[in-house]
């Protein structure tokens, strides 16, 4: 008997799990990234080509406004989804439903604020973000896109929001198709209106709008018509835990406050060193970093959900392979764009209407500068939020941190200093710098509190071999007596894991191959005195729970089902859902 496998030593059972895991929310998330770029891009490109500077001039005096609206929406969405992931893997599903109601209703009254009072204050807010002297032809179309993003405020909330949920709620692919499908309506108006009936922002404004619209109206029908713990009826909602998301999603996402900042001393600085030209030229640079963001974005779409479950079940050898099979896809997805990039900075520029005469010739070398630092604006994004997502809210903060503010502020001003063309050297030096201090911090000062004892955790991986069942019922006899497990818990928990075992070996696994095959353990001796049970195996839809031992007359009784109910009446808890395509069981005792 391979012991390597009994004893979940071994990498391949780990990756077994996490290769499908991530296979499954990676294309989707990918598409979506792509999608959203250049739904994202689609108001600069257009506008650019169709205003030139004074386009793209005010795309960038426009962009605090989508900071304030990232910090919001990504706070609560990130934090909030990594709750309900939590709760689920922990099998409160009604908790995590309610958390979610509450969550998204608090994020609809915030966007509704804001869509009334910022219009309302719609001259303040122009001025704060350096629009220039009013009713000329800059500030009059700033004021018309930025009038038309307020209004959208709700639903930016809800379409970000929903698509966060509903990725760990094992709907990447519809919460991908809506995002795919409201940026593409996104891109279309966007020609249509600028270009052909020559609107002008309000076309860009109104297409934007209607593209996160439709996004968010898709998400709500979706989830409406799949049965499964995210609901928003019957509706029920808890808002106790609702700060308490936003500080966890918050962590990560305050680098969007930081660019806040950035954006709007970019914008002062830069008119002055290059005037319109070169306030162009820096929408064009941030474009970019949205377009990475998302490339890296997609991979930690794809982990996240993978590092909070098996976070849950404090499974860290099963966390560090996912992390390093993102950082791995990550960073060889983002050298292969980074070239392209690079390489093409001419054909960038002219996309977004930027001709040699025009600011081309400063967008290209800005470009070509910027590249040098994407792999390392990589390696931050994707280790800020893969600590996140496995409870290490410290690390994330601290990097964002460096790289939104600390470090990025002072090389701003730093840079400014010599000028329009060097002035580009921030961002890879920021990337740099940033990545160096948080190393040496985390070897200096960082403990993570928050691990429990490896000890306290038993692990191991079955195949389709019955005879397993009685080498893992020996050593989880021995693991409870190691931690003092009463009488009563030491039989249960033995007996809990010999049926669900045996019942997935001998009914869920039928018909199916060998190699396809495969039962994973975490059983975790809590400090509480609990004993929690985490089982998850590779069959097709099988929920052992369900069944029923009542018999009528005459018929045989189904010992399997018996032990079920058994297990049901004495387990504290117990709880099934079908997730990422494997069956998932919690049950503590």
Not at 282 to 292: A, C, E, G, K, R
Request: with cysteine; aromatic share 12%; net charge neutral.
């Amino acid at each position: 008997m391979n012991m390597n496998r009994i004893n979940g030593t071994g990498t391949e059972e780990h990756n077994y799990f996490i290769r499908r895991m991530f296979r499954r929310q990676y294309m989707p998330a990918l598409i979506s990234a792509l999608t959203l770029s250049l739904g994202d891009m689609a108001d600069a490109i257009v506008l650019g080509r169709r205003m030139g500077e004074v386009g793209l001039a005010a795309m960038s005096f426009a962009l605090p406004i989508f900071m304030i609206y990232n910090v919001i929406m990504h706070s609560f969405g990130l934090g909030g989804s990594m709750n309900f992931s939590r709760h689920m893997a922990a099998g409160h599903e009604e908790k995590a439903r309610a958390d979610f109601q509450g969550v998204f209703t608090f994020l609809i009254m915030i966007g509704a604020a804001i869509a009334v009072l910022g219009n309302l204050a719609i001259q303040p807010i122009l001025f704060v973000l350096g629009a220039g002297e009013s009713h000329t032809l800059l500030y009059d179309t700033t004021a018309v896109y930025v009038r038309i993003l307020l209004i959208s405020a709700p639903l930016f909330f809800s379409a970000y929001s929903l698509g966060y949920y509903m990725r760990n709620s094992d709907m990447e692919r519809e919460a991908g198709i809506a995002a795919s499908i409201g940026n593409i309506v996104d891109i279309i108006l966007n020609v249509v209106l600028v270009f052909f009936l020559r609107m002008g922002a309000a076309g860009a404004g109104i297409a934007t709008l209607a593209g996160v619209a439709l996004t968010s109206a898709i998400e709500i029908v979706v989830i409406r018509c799949r049965k499964n713990a995210l609901r928003l009826l019957p509706f029920k909602p808890d808002y106790s835990n609702v700060w308490k998301c936003f500080r966890t999603g918050f962590s990560t996402c305050v680098s969007y406050l930081y660019k806040l900042v950035f954006v709007l001393l970019c914008n002062n600085i830069i008119i002055r060193l290059a005037g319109e030209e070169g306030v162009a030229v820096f929408d064009v640079i941030q474009n970019l970093t949205y377009f990475f963001s998302y490339i890296y974005g997609a991979v930690t779409q794809a982990v996240q959900p993978i590092l909070s479950t098996y976070s849950q079940e404090y499974n860290h050898e099963a966390c560090d392979l996912a992390e390093r099979k993102g950082f791995f896809v990550g960073l060889i997805t983002g050298l292969a764009v980074t070239v392209l990039v690079g390489i093409f900075a001419p054909q960038v520029c002219a996309l977004f209407g930027l001709s040699p005469e025009n600011g081309g010739t400063l967008g290209i070398w800005a470009i070509r500068i910027f590249c040098t630092g994407t792999l390392l604006t990589g390696i931050n994004h994707l280790w800020g939020e893969f600590s996140l997502a496995r409870g290490q809210s410290l690390p994330t903060f601290v990097l964002s941190t460096l790289r939104g503010a600390a470090v990025l502020i002072p090389l701003t001003l730093l840079c400014s200093q010599f000028g329009a063309r060097f002035f580009w050297m921030v961002f890879p030096l920021t990337e740099a710098v940033s990545l160096a201090i948080f190393l040496l911090w985390r070897k200096l000062k960082y403990v993570d509190n928050g691990q429990i004892e490896p000890e306290r955790v038993y692990r191991a991986f079955l195949h389709n071999q019955l005879e397993e069942i009685g080498t893992v019922t020996e050593q989880i006899e021995a693991f409870c007596e190691r931690w003092e497990a009463t009488p009563k818990q030491h039989y249960y928990v033995q007996m809990t894991v010999e049926e669900l075992c045996n019942v997935i070996m001998t009914k869920g696994f039928q018909g199916k191959e060998a190699d396809d095959c495969m039962i994973q353990i975490s059983l975790v001796a809590g400090k509480d005195g609990k004993f929690t049970l985490h089982l998850r195996d590779s069959s097709d839809t099988f929920n052992p729970f369900a069944f029923s031992a009542d018999k009528t007359d005459g018929e045989e009784i189904d010992f399997n089902e018996v032990g079920m109910q058994v297990i049901k009446k004495r387990a504290e808890s117990f709880y099934y859902r079908r997730y990422q395509e494997f069956n998932t069981m919690v049950v503590t005792i």
